[in-house]
Every structure is written in C-alpha cells, then in structure tokens.
C-alpha cells in the first residue's frame, strides 16, 4: 500500500458536508466513488485532515489515500478529477511516508468567512448578505476576545468526536475590501459549528445588539446563545490546512468578489453613475 497527499478544493453547496453519511452525498463520498473507478480495489482509504459542515467550501482541505498501485501521483490527480463532478477538484497530489496523517499530523487550520454589504445575485453562494449596517471597527475589536485558549462549549453543538471544548485561536483578522467585510480565524481546530457561530456573535457586535461583555459572558460558561446567531454557511471557506514548517499566509483578500461577478458591461454603467 502507498500512502498519497490530496489538496482538494470544493463548492460546498451541493453537499451534506466532507465526511460520508448514509444517505446524504458528501466530499469525501465523492472521493471514494472517483477512487473505487479507478482502481477497483477493496483496499482503499480516504481520511480527511477534518470536517466541514454541510454547505461550506474549501480552498485547500487535505486528505490521504491509501492504495495499492504503481501510478504516479500527477496521474492520479488527473484521473480523479476525470471521474469527479466539477465542483470538486483536487488540486496536487504528492507521495508521502506511511506514517503521514492528514488530520493527526495537522497544527493548525485556518478559515475565512465572507460577509456581503450588498446583495447579489452571482455571488450569492459565497457570501452572507447583511443588509443591516455594521459597525466594522466594534467587529474588529470585539474579535480579539476569541484569541488565545478557551472554552468554546457555548458556540458550539455536542459533538462526539471532540472529547474537549477547549480550542486555541492563534489570531483573528478581519479586513474590508469594497462590499465585502472579510473575517479569518486560525486556531488548532475547531468545533462543529464553531466559526460560523463566532462569526454570527461579532456581527450582532456590528449591528449593536451585542457587547463586548456578551462574548465574556459566552466564554466563561456554557451558554446556549450563540446558537441563535449561527451564520449560514454559505460565506466560510476551510482556507488551509497546516502542518510543521508551513507558514501561515499574511495577505487577506476576497476569495470570491462580489464585484468580480458582475458582467462588465454592467459594471462599466454602475461604475459611471454620478459622474460628471
């Protein structure tokens, strides 16, 4: 058996999330249906670095496949992605030692949610449209509470796999870039529905309806909350997966404009209105 690095990207839209459920399509079931054609063996594994929730997207999750065969890995990527659907593709494919673990041997994760000022109908899909006003500099302020460890049993539901709440955010960033507010969060792991219930708090911050002494308040118990602020998953994006010796990225830019998605003749009119 060989072990395989898999850099896989994906629209979550269409799918109950990465980890494969009875009767319910996911990523990695994808993955295994992709796999098993091409080579029809018994003895394949497919473990993911971790979970994403139904509907959310992924820059970069990895994952590793273990199989028996003589292929090259640049010719396992290829054939994979003949066999997947074009929302998920995988990105490189790398041979790597046996005892490799795509989630074991993981320090840390980072995410990034889009939230939209404006709506939109082309990117809809990407971001999370807020058409309140929202205070940005409480935001960005209000978010540094979530840095370092803490208990976050309050923004998140009971989840089997994780036997502690406890999670270490390394930083939060936060960012504008025209209609769009961008917020990342890189931490060791995270919590079933943790980020974007973190995500859903500071926008309440932003709207004024929440304080900086709320989110205490939900750090120092278990408090059922900020259940009630849960983004919606379509702005988060799993951005990377990293390991030892791999830097975290500085820049924070809009992964999916949404003045990108306007047509350009569109955008040339809108752009002139007003002008003189």
Known sequence: MSRFKLYIEYIGTRYSGWQMQKNSKSVQGKLYEAAEKIFKSEQLEIYGSGRTDAGVHALCQVAHLDVKTMLAPEIIRMKLNDELPADINIIEVKKVNKNFHARHDAVARSYIYQISRR????????????????????????????????????????????????????????NEEGDLILIRITGSHFLWKMVRRIVGVLAEVGRGKLTEEDIKK????????????????????????????????????????VKSFMPSKVRSTTEGIGKK
């Open 119 to 174: 709506r939109t109908a082309f990117a809809k899909q990407f971001v999370w449209w807020i058409k309140d006003k929202l205070d940005f500099e409480k935001m960005e302020k209000a978010s540094k509470l979530f840095v370092g460890m803490h208990d976050f049993a309050s923004f998140s539901d009971d989840d089997a796999e994780e036997k502690s709440t406890k999670v270490f955010i390394e930083n939060i960033e936060m």
């Open 218 to 257: 939900y750090l120092s118990g278990n408090c059922n909350d900020p259940s009630r602020f849960t983004a919606p998953p379509s702005g988060l994006f799993l951005e990377n997966v990293f390991y030892e010796r791999e830097k975290i990225p500085k820049e924070l830019s809009a992964l999916i404009s």
